[in-house]
Nanobody, 126 residues
């Protein structure tokens, strides 16, 4: 059974940093495109970032480009999201995703055909 477990969410002040982790089991991690989505209260879910199986290709939403960095450790079956210069509008539940579909920026924004974690809350106060 595939499991994705996010951790690292917290409450921070604007300008601060957080690192989210997503540990996985039940899948061949190094064969999967991994991603992060987020959903803020009252808003639609949005794609935040996406990373190819090798880590050589990445996608970032314009709203986080230059502030967030996605990485992966295939030996540890773990995905990371380093978030810096956080803003109140980054407040959301962050979800980890896994997809067997090859990486492409367009596909990164599609929520279907993916495994999902349960989410971790990030709250940024001004």
């Amino acid at each position: 059974r595939v499991q994705l477990v996010e951790s690292g969410g917290d409450s921070v002040q604007a300008g601060g940093s957080l690192r989210l982790s997503c540990t996985t089991s039940g899948l061949a991690f190094d064969e999967y495109t991994m991603g992060w989505f987020r959903q803020a209260p009252g808003k639609e879910r949005e794609a935040v970032s996406c990373i190819s199986w090798s880590g050589s290709s990445t996608y970032y939403a314009d709203s986080v480009k230059g502030r967030f960095t996605s990485s992966r450790d295939n030996a540890k079956n773990t995905l990371y999201l380093q978030m810096s210069r956080l803003k109140p509008e980054d407040t959301a539940i962050y979800y980890c995703t896994a997809s067997f579909v090859a990486f492409s920026p367009a596909y990164c924004t599609v929520s279907g055909d993916k495994y999902w974690g349960q989410g971790t809350q990030v709250t940024v106060s001004s």
